[in-house]
C-alpha cells in the first residue's frame, strides 16, 4: 500500500460517515474514498426534523445538507446507497457488500476502513411497533412517514412513548399543530439524565403546555383495530386512546457487523476506540453513533450519542484513515434543549452520575437574574454547580431559564473542559453590559456561593 | 494593632468602596470599618442609567442600590456621605476629611486604607462646559440633570461628542425619544478600541437609526445663547446646533490624594497595586477606577474602568485590608455593548494592540449563522479572531450580530483567560440544539479555518 494510492472505504453514510469520508479526502486527496450507505439518503439533518413536525421547518428537502451526487461531486468521495455493507474480513482487507436494488453481492478491498455504521431506535419488543401509525423518528423515513400522516390522517391526539429529549421535541412539534399529546414515561420525572430540579421544573413545563405526562409506566400493548391502527396503547397503569404513537426510547449503537470481525465492543454497548479512533483490528477505525468515548470528565467510556461528538470523532477518523496524526480526546456531554418556553441545558457530568464514579460532590443552586431586573427581558436562571470537593473542580452544571441558559452553558463546558476549579471559575473575568448581563454574572455568583461552602 | 479591633477605612463610596468596605466586615466581622463618601449617594448603578435616559428604566430611585442607611445597617459599616477626604498622612496612618455640611475638618486614624476615589468625566477645557444644557453621564446627578432636562425642556437635538461606547448608549437613549443626534467623533470610525470591521459595522447601524456621525472632527467651542445654553456646538468642521450637549470622552483616574500621600502612580495615570491590591505604601490599598490592574492577556498594566473589574478588585482589597490572602490575578477586558439593533462584544486585546505589543498575529474573520438556517431567528454572527502566530493562543476577539454575540464572547473569555490555543479551542465540546446553534458552533468553525491558515 502506498500513501498515494490508498483505499479508504467508509461504511454508512449518515452523519459520521460523510464527514469522515470528506475529511480523509481533503487530507489525502489521492486517496481512493468509497462511502457505502443502506438507506437512500446520505446526511441528513436529522435533529431539525422535530421541527419538521412543528412546521417550523417548511421545505424538508431541505434538511438533505448533501444529495449522494452532490456529496460525491463537491467532496470526490465515491458515494454508494443501497448498499449494504454485510461482513468484514480484516484478515484480508475486504468487505462483502450487497447492492440492495441489484441484490447482487461483491467484494471490495481496503487499506484502511472506518465504520460508522450509527445508531438505531431502541424498540419495545411488542406486538404493533409495525403499524403505519407508529413511528420511530431516527431515520428520514420515518420523518417522511410521520409528516405523510400527519398531512393525509389528521390525526387529534398522539402518544409518545418516552419523556426523553427527542420526546420533548416531539411533543413541542406536536403541540404546536394543536394535537393532544400524553407521554408515557417509565420515570417518575422526565428526562433522567438531568437533575432533579431541571426534570421537575420540565414536568412544570409539559403540565403548563397541556401534554399530559403519566409517569411510572410500563407500556404492555400496542393495540390495534381492524384496519390496522393503532388506536390505543395499554399500559400498567390503563390504556391511551391515540390516532397516532411516537417511540422515542433512545437508541442502541448499530455494531453488528464490527462484532462479527471481532472488533471490540465496550461494556456500554459501542465499539471501542484508541483516542486515534482506531479500533483493536488493524487498518480499522469506527466513529459516531456505533462507538463509545471517552468522558473526559472521568476520564471514563460514555455512550454518547449526539452529532457533535460524532463529527469530530469523524474527522479524526477520517485524517487519521488517510495518513494524519489527529486525537480526539472526548467529550464531557454538552446538551442543550428547548421545551416549549423553557431552555434546558446540561454540560458535563449529573450528581447522581458524579456519585457513582466515587466523587464526593458539593452542589449548589443558583437563582439569578439574567440582568438587572430592571432591564426589559430580564429572567430567571437557575444553575445547579455539581463540585468535586476533593480537587474543587467543577464536574457539571444544569441550567435552565427562557433565554439564556444554552450560552451560559457553553461558558460552563469550557470550564469544565478546562478543568477549573470553582476558585477558578469565581475569578473570571465576564461582561456586564446591562442590557445582556448583571453585574455579577450568575455564573460568578454561583461560583462564589459554593466558596463558601468549601470552606466550611 | 490588633486584629479585633482594625480600623479600616474606605475613601470612596460608589463602586469599588462600598464593595470593598462589605467584603473587609465580612471578612471580620469584629473590624471597625467607615467609609466616606464625597457626594450625598453610595453604590449607584450608573451603567444603567443610559436605559434611564431612554425610558426603558422608568423609576430612577431604583438604580440606587442601596442608600447610605441601607448599607450602614445590612452591611455594619459607618457610612459618612458628604465627606471628603483632603489628605492621607501614612506616616502618622491618619487621614483628614472635611464634613461638606458643617465644613468641620477632623483627623481620623486608620490601621489599613482603601483608596476608592474612582474616575472622573475627562473634559474638553473648553468655555460652555458648565453650561446647564451641558452634561457628562458619570455620576448620579448627572443622570439626574439629563433626566430633568429631558422632562422640562424637551429637547428636539442632541449633540453627544464622543463615539465611545457610553456615547453609543446615549444615542440609542436619546433615538428612543425620537431626539435628533448628532455624534461628533475625533476619528474616522467610532470605538477605536475595536477593530475596523465592528467600528465599521458600528457605524453602519447608527447611519441606519438616523444618528448623524460626524468623524475625524474637533470641538472647538461651546456657542452660547443670551439665555445662557449652549446652542452651537462649533468645530473644524462647521457648527452644529443642538438643544443640549452630552460630553462622553472617557474618564480618567482620580489620583490626586494617592499622588500627594506618596502613592505611586502608572503610566497610564491610574494607582499601581500587587496582587493584593496594595499599593507602595504600607497599609494602604487601592481598587477600582483609581488604579491600573494587570491585563492577564500580555501581563503588562491596563487602565480598564469597568464595573466589573472594579468589584473583583474591591473584594481583594477589602479582604485583605481586613486580614485576608485574596488575590487578584487581572482582566482580560470583556465588554459587551448594545447598539440599537447590534451587539458588538470584545474580549481579551485588539489586533493593532498585539502589535504594539510584539506579537505576531494572525487574525481571521468568521461569517457564520447562530444556528442552522431554516429555524426561524437564525442570524449571521460576526467573529473576528485574533491569534498570536507563535503560541497559537487566542488572545482576543470581537463578536458582532443581533442577539447572540455577548454570550459568545463570554465564552471565549474563558478560553482566552485559560491560554487556550487555537487548536485546543477547536476540539472542544460545545451545545448543538436546532433552536439555539448548529453543528458546528461560528466559535468551532473559526478555529478550524485558522488552524487551517496556521498550517501554512
Known amino acids: 500500500m502506498t500513501l498515494k494510492n490508498r483505499r479508504i472505504i467508509v461504511v454508512g453514510g449518515l ?35 422535530p421541527y419538521l413536525i412543528g412546521g417550523l421547518i417548511e421545505d424538508e428537502s431541505k434538511l438533505e445538507i448533501y444529495s449522494p451526487q452532490k456529496f460525491q461531486k463537491e467532496k470526490d468521495v465515491n458515494v454508494h446507497t443501497l448498499h449494504l455493507v ?40 411488542i406486538d404493533g411497533e409495525s403499524c403505519r401509525n407508529v413511528f420511530n423518528l431516527k431515520y428520514r423515513e420515518d420523518a417522511l412517514n410521520i409528516l405523510n400522516f400527519l398531512k393525509t390522517e389528521k390525526p387529534k391526539s398522539a402518544v409518545i412513548i418516552g419523556g426523553g429529549y427527542v420526546g420533548m421535541e416531539i411533543a413541542e412539534g406536536l403541540r404546536s399543530r394543536n394535537i393532544e399529546v400524553t407521554m408515557l414515561h ?47 396503547v395499554i399500559t400498567d397503569r390503563g390504556s391511551f386512546e391515540s390516532d397516532m404513537v411516537i417511540i422515542s426510547i433512545g437508541v442502541l449503537p448499530n455494531t453488528d457487523l464490527a462484532r462479527d470481525a471481532n472488533i471490540r465492543v465496550g461494556t456500554l454497548g459501542g465499539i471501542i476506540t484508541d483516542e486515534r479512533q482506531q479500533t483493536n483490528v488493524d487498518d480499522i477505525y469506527a466513529a459516531g453513533d456505533c462507538c463509545e468515548v471517552k468522558n473526559i470528565v472521568t476520564n471514563k467510556p460514555i455512550y454518547l450519542p ?79 454547580f455539581i463540585v468535586d470537593k476533593t480537587s474543587n473542580r467543577l464536574l457539571g452544571a444544569n441550567l435552565f431559564s427562557c433565554c439564556g441558559a444554552f450560552q451560559r452553558a457553553n461558558t460552563l463546558a469550557v470550564a469544565i473542559q478546562q478543568k477549573m476549579t470553582i476558585d477558578e471559575i469565581s475569578r473570571l473575568d465576564l461582561i456586564y453590559a446591562p442590557p445582556f448581563s448583571p453585574l455579577w454574572d450568575p455564573i460568578l455568583i454561583g461560583a462564589n456561593q459554593i466558596k463558601k461552602k468549601l470552606l466550611l
Open 15 to 49: 452523519a459520521a460517515g460523510p464527514s469522515a469520508a470528506a475529511k480523509a479526502k481533503r487530507t489525502n486527496p489521492n486517496a481512493d474514498v468509497k462511502m457505502y450507505e443502506a438507506s437512500e439518503s446520505i446526511s441528513y439533518a436529522i435533529c431539525e426534523t
Open 186 to 232: 417509565q420515570f417518575k420525572l422526565p428526562m433522567e439524565g438531568l437533575e432533579q430540579e431541571s426534570r421537575e421544573r420540565i414536568l412544570a413545563e409539559l403540565n403548563n403546555n397541556d401534554v399530559q405526562f403519566i409517569p411510572n409506566v410500563k407500556v404492555e400493548a400496542l393495540q390495534q383495530d381492524a384496519t390496522g391502527l393503532v388506536k390505543h
Open 306 to 384: 449526539l452529532a457533535t461528538v460524532a463529527s469530530r470523532a469523524a474527522w479524526v477518523a477520517g485524517e487519521n484513515a488517510a495518513g494524519g496524526r489527529a486525537v480526539f480526546k472526548g467529550a464531557i456531554r454538552a446538551m442543550a434543549v428547548k421545551i416549549f418556553n423553557l431552555q434546558v441545558a446540561q454540560v458535563g457530568i449529573g450528581s447522581e452520575e458524579a456519585s457513582q464514579y466515587g466523587y464526593k460532590t458539593i452542589t449548589e443552586i443558583v437563582n439569578a437574574r439574567s440582568k438587572n431586573e430592571l432591564m426589559p427581558g430580564s429572567e430567571e436562571v437557575v444553575i445547579k
Open 86 to 125: 454485510e461482513k468484514i474480513i480484516p484478515s484480508k482487507h475486504k468487505i462483502i457488500v450487497r447492492d440492495l436494488r441489484s441484490r447482487d453481492v461483491f467484494e471490495e478491498e481496503y487499506d484502511k476502513l472506518i465504520i460508522a455504521t450509527g445508531s438505531r431506535s431502541r424498540r419495545l419488543g
